[in-house]
């Protein structure tokens, strides 16, 4: 049977978690930036708990860098999810990540979410969006101040994605990639297998065209990828 039309429940969901995390060395030395602590508790504990209440069931953690150390936390069930693990032995990338991930993924669609970025978005309202288009690929997109850190999604008739204006760019409000995403499983089969490979660089301006959206949502969204947007996750998710 096909997803279009079920609740989230029945659907997979594949987490980003093996960056290198570089840019937080100097504040999480010893741990992946998933680890991150946060008022006691990893960042990956937040991000599962909100999925959780979403309606999601099935985790799978594209692991990398320090992989070792997400298993020993949170090991095959956290709450209601169960969770496998994909753990790449060389950095993949993004895309490279969820190409390896395949064996995993068991559902035509699947929810992907960066494992250092957070946004409370309504997903069932995304999922509702992307079968009513019959999309082959949607990205949630938040307004933000300033492009210029993230990199700004141009959208044509339709909230259909036109273009991507990369970070640094001209700045000032617009609409940005928020790390999360619905994608069918055929179009991740595109990807080159066994190489570093960047969903944002490498594969979406290559989908543009091809049954791919934005779905503008209402929602807080905070990153943890450099030291100082990791120092204010506190008070964000306080």
């Not at 760019?169 to 960047?198: E, F």
């Not at 943890?224 to 996750?233: C, K, M």
Request: glycine share 10%.
């Amino acid at each position: 049977m096909s997803e279009m039309g079920a609740d989230l429940s029945s659907i997979d969901v594949a987490v980003l978690a093996g960056g290198l995390g570089t840019r937080l060395r100097k504040v999480v030395a010893d741990k992946p930036k998933v680890l991150a602590p946060l008022d006691g508790r990893p960042f990956l504990a937040y991000l599962l708990d909100f999925l959780q209440t979403a309606g999601l069931e099935h985790v799978i953690l594209c692991t990398g860098y320090l992989g070792d150390q997400v298993e020993a936390v949170f090991g095959n069930k956290y709450n209601h999810l169960y969770l496998d693990y994909s753990r790449e032995t060389k950095p993949l990338g993004t895309a490279g990540a969820l190409e390896h991930a395949l064996p995993f993924i068991e559902t035509e669609t699947v929810l992907v979410t960066n494992g250092d970025s957070f946004c409370n978005a309504d997903l069932s309202a995304m999922w509702e969006a992307h079968c009513q288009r019959q999309a082959k690929a949607t990205i949630l997109l938040v307004e933000v101040d300033d492009t210029s850190r993230y990199g700004r999604v141009c959208l044509g008739a339709d909230d259909e994605i036109n273009g991507f204006e990369e970070k640094n760019g001209s700045g000032g409000p617009g609409l940005v990639n928020a790390g999360i995403y619905l994608l069918d499983r055929d179009l991740l089969k595109t990807i080159p297998s066994g190489r570093n490979t960047s969903l944002e660089r490498d594969v979406f301006p290559q989908w543009i065209g091809r049954g791919f959206y934005g779905y503008q949502a209402k929602g807080r969204f905070i990153d943890i990828g450099t030291e100082a947007s990791y120092l204010t996750a506190e008070r964000f998710f306080a």
